[in-house]
């Protein structure tokens, strides 16, 4: 009923009272179409439309009667699910259930006395729909009256004999029905309350669901930059790992060199040690004494260290080796 309001009436400015879920006996409509009967109010007139819906849950209006020309309402048996509207010509429904029947005819019986001021004919009912109250008809109905003009059987819209009544017993009847008034009016106000209340809660749903897709859209926008800063760090751990191997090569390298040093010096000292040729050697054998004993051992130990360092072998990485 709320999603007949809000597609069918909203645009219209109409507020719906009373749906029923109705077909038409004699009709071959497909399984796939459904047809309601809405009831509803604007500006102080109420209208009786007629509604289809389909498979796509589309809903189209196929026929409206101001409640106005509603001439007579025939309930054909309190225990039947069928009944008739008369406006320009009777129509003939079936309801789901008599329940429902007996509900959809107490409101437009409700709007009928409350904004036509008058009722219309009422036919084959026990008591008086609407208002909450139940008075008997049998004392105020006078009999079925047959129309001249009846339809034959073969037409299924055929109207039923109605039983009336008179402008006074329905201006009686309206007297009563406002005395009473407090309990449509209570039950009116609970509705149009409750409406308020559901569209107040559909509005918050729709900000809710809105206010969620902002935070889920900001969210996801913080997880992509985390993934992305993800993505510069691990960047950036790959180019650390190449400098770390680039300094480790470089600090090998200089270990290498450093112990080259080392070895190179040791070398140069040993070379240093073993080919070094004293002053005196160089004066004995520049200017030798031969007539002199000290002198004659000075010059032949000199010539035997300049001898052996001739002689002296060089191994490449090696030790110096003395002949």
Known sequence: MFSLQRVVFDEAAERLVAALAASRPGKKEKKT???FLCLTVKTNESFLHRVRVTTDESYTKKKTWPLQ???AIDNVAPDSR????????SYEWIAPNVTEKQRFLEAIVKSCRRYNKTLPQLANFQSIPGGGITVALHEHM?????????QSDDDPYQESAAATLSKQQQEEMAAVFEKYDWATTDVRALSESLQKELQAVESANVHAMI??????TRLLGRVDDALSKLDRLEQCISDYDGIVKRVSDQMRMINVQQDNFVSLGEYTRQLTDFLTFSKSHVNALTHPDFNTAPGLRLTVEAANRLYSLLHTGLKPGGTVVLC
């Open 142 to 150: 006078p009999s079925a009256v047959p129309d001249e003009n009846q």
């Open 211 to 216: 206010s969620s897709e902002v935070q889920v």
């Open 33 to 35: 179409k459904t047809n």
């Open 82 to 89: 069928q009944f008739i509207l008369t406006f320009d010509r």
């Open 69 to 71: 020309a509603l001439t």
